[in-house]
């Protein structure tokens, strides 16, 4: 695991939204667990956290190519019960055709989900973290891969005031890792790349996208998920926030 050290001034620090300020309540792995149970299937949630990291890279390079959301409906379909199947597999659970049809039809994941704050909760870490940033004149944003505008999300968990600028790629008409995501909160804030960071929990499109556009990239590794990584990371936002601050 690589380590994040500031390596001068930074002036901007931009956030992923999902898994890195907030998470599904309760987690995707304990729904999809719950649910393979009632199907008899012995599933550990702790062995579907760590499988999970193969169905968001599938996530990340189908939604790159064509937007999930701007596909017809028998395409959604399709790629959903794809992204189960592979992340079963991952897991060395059952991933028959019927058995992911089976979980499909009671599964329900943040795709399904209407992206409001009722089903998410905010990491305790969060707050502390602007306030920080705020208080050494760093300036903050979201970057956010969204099929809607997150800002009401933002605004429920009290942040959006701590931020300069909510970004998201409905809205914009791109997806992370495309280069142009970024520019939109890069451009607006007129800020340098060379004197930005961007943290998220996804390498293919947090780390790739930030880095294309010659920013630096940090992950947020809650779950414990990249050790063999040589990515820079931390474990909290307030490391996070006490390394830029420390690097003034």
């Keep these: 695991m690589g380590t994040f050290t500031s390596n001068g001034a930074i002036d901007l620090v931009t956030f992923d939204l999902y898994d890195t300020l907030i998470e599904l309540n309760p987690p995707r792995w304990e729904r999809l667990a719950g649910v393979a149970r009632k199907l008899g299937i012995d599933a550990d949630p702790l062995v579907l956290r760590e499988a999970d990291r193969i169905a968001e ?115 914009v008409g791109y997806e992370k890792p495309d280069p142009r995501t970024y520019h939109a909160a890069l451009e607006p804030l007129g800020a340098d790349p060379a004197r930005a960071v961007h943290v998220g929990d996804q390498p293919k499109s947090d780390v790739v996208g930030a880095r294309g556009v010659g920013m630096g990239a940090v992950l947020i590794d809650r779950y414990g998920r990249h050790n063999g990584t040589d990515i820079p990371t931390v474990n909290s936002l307030t490391e996070l926030a006490d390394k830029v601050v420390a690097g003034q």
């Design 57 to 171: 890279d599938y996530f990340t390079v189908e939604n790159g190519t064509v937007p999930i959301r701007d596909r017809d409906t028998a395409e959604r379909e399709q790629f959903r019960l794809e992204l189960l199947r592979r992340w079963m597999e991952a897991a060395d659970l059952p991933h028959d055709p019927e058995t992911i049809r089976e979980l499909r039809r009671t599964y329900l994941s943040e795709f399904d989900e209407i992206a409001i704050h009722h089903h998410y909760r905010l990491f305790d870490d969060v707050m502390p973290a602007l306030r920080t940033l705020r208080s050494a004149g760093v300036k903050t944003a979201v970057i956010s891969n969204a099929d809607d505008d997150v800002t009401i999300v933002c605004v429920h968990f009290d942040f959006a005031v701590l931020m300069d600028l909510i970004v998201t790629s409905a809205l």
